[in-house]
């Protein structure tokens, strides 16, 4: 079973940047789809980015352009957002899984804890 640690998150004015990165217990992370979600106060969970296995990616229409997810090594992988918005505040979390339908939560077989974002306007 894949354990999943995701850091890098705080407090952020409004246009600035954070990297967030996954960490996985073990080497094998490039054996899944890697997806970040978030969930805001009172809000469902939503679809940010994902990585294939292949290295394919995918984002949300409200974070194109302003986050990047990239693997960083077989036990790692990061987003790396800009031009951050208040209303890009939620809790942030990391999955893996074995599935192609990357904007589905059912996609996903293992998550993290979640790292809080907050963005002050």
């Known amino acids: 079973q894949v354990q999943l640690a995701e850091s890098g998150g705080g407090l952020v004015q409004a246009g600035g940047s954070l990297r967030l990165s996954c960490a996985a217990s073990?080497?094998?992370?490039?054996?899944?789809?890697v997806g970040w979600f978030r969930q805001a106060p009172g809000k469902e969970r939503e679809f940010v980015a994902a990585v294939s296995r292949t290295g394919a990616t995918y984002y949300s229409d409200a974070m194109k352009g302003r986050f990047t997810i990239a693997r960083n090594s077989a036990s790692t992988v990061r987003l790396q957002m800009n031009t951050l918005k208040s209303e890009d505040t939620a809790v942030y979390y990391c999955?893996?899984?074995?599935?192609?339908?990357?904007?589905?939560?059912?996609?996903?077989?293992?998550w993290g804890q979640g790292t809080q974002v907050t963005v002050s306007s």
């Open positions: 073990e080497a094998t992370l490039n054996r899944y789809a």
């Open positions: 999955a893996a899984g074995g599935g192609r339908n990357y904007y589905e939560l059912t996609t996903y077989d293992y």
